[in-house]
T-cell receptor
């Protein structure tokens, strides 16, 4: 079964600075990979996903993520953080089968300081 | 509807009582999922439906938990004889139901369950 690890529980970043959130997965083949964001009082929203092809994936809100097979990682990045990016971010992995189940990491909370 | 709707948004109950949590998925979405989010933890898969059937119930923590879906629409998650460890946010999501685990999930805002 697949699993996900997000090593950083909490990250604080200054507005305008760059952000990188780490995600490592465990799965025997190439999985589907996702990043979801949960803003305060709102439901989870998909930021981006990786299926195949180009390992650098662009998402909404200026986020991107890079799939690195050799490192079993799918780190999320943003070059310049805005105060509205303060939220909890979840990495998720899905198996390439008919299974619809996603496994989520424990999440990383991002605080943006002025 | 426009999005996934869950009710109630908050539920406080006493240990040993039964609770029902409701989820209205996006119209036309055949796949529906229940996840649990305990404080400080990631989302824990409970069950998913494809239409009215549940191919994967592997995440249900115990036989106190059950879920059903009728008319390929509304789903109800029932927890019997609630325990304090059941306290969590219960999230429902839906998707088109044609693409397996690669599909985009649309989440509701969740039901915050507190068992006293």
């Amino acid at each position: 079964a697949q699993s996900v690890t997000q090593p950083d529980i909490h990250i604080t970043v200054s507005e305008g600075a760059s952000l990188e959130l780490r995600c490592n997965y465990s799965y025997g083949a190439t999985p589907y990979l996702f990043w979801y964001v949960q803003s305060p009082g709102q439901g989870l929203q998909l930021l981006l996903k990786y299926f195949s092809g180009d390992t650098l994936v662009q998402g909404i809100k200026g986020f991107e993520a890079e799939f690195k097979r050799s490192q079993s990682s799918f780190n999320l990045r943003k070059p310049s953080v805005h105060w509205s990016d303060a939220a909890e971010y979840f990495c998720a992995v899905g198996a390439r089968s008919n299974d619809y189940k996603l496994s989520f990491g424990a999440g990383t909370t991002v605080t943006v300081r002025a | 509807g426009a999005g996934v709707s869950q009710s109630p948004s908050n539920k406080v109950t006493e240990k040993g009582k039964d609770v029902e949590l409701r989820c209205d998925p996006i119209s036309g979405h055949t796949a529906l999922y229940w996840y649990r989010q305990r404080l400080g933890q990631g989302l824990e898969f409970l069950i998913y439906f494809q239409g009215n059937s549940a191919p994967d119930k592997s995440g249900l923590p115990s036989d106190r938990f059950s879920a059903e879906r009728t008319g390929e629409s509304v789903s109800t998650l029932t927890i019997q004889r609630t325990q304090q460890e059941d306290s969590a946010v219960y999230l429902c999501a839906s998707s088109l139901g044609t693409g397996g685990a690669g599909e985009k999930l649309f989440f509701g805002s969740g039901t915050q369950l507190s068992v006293l």
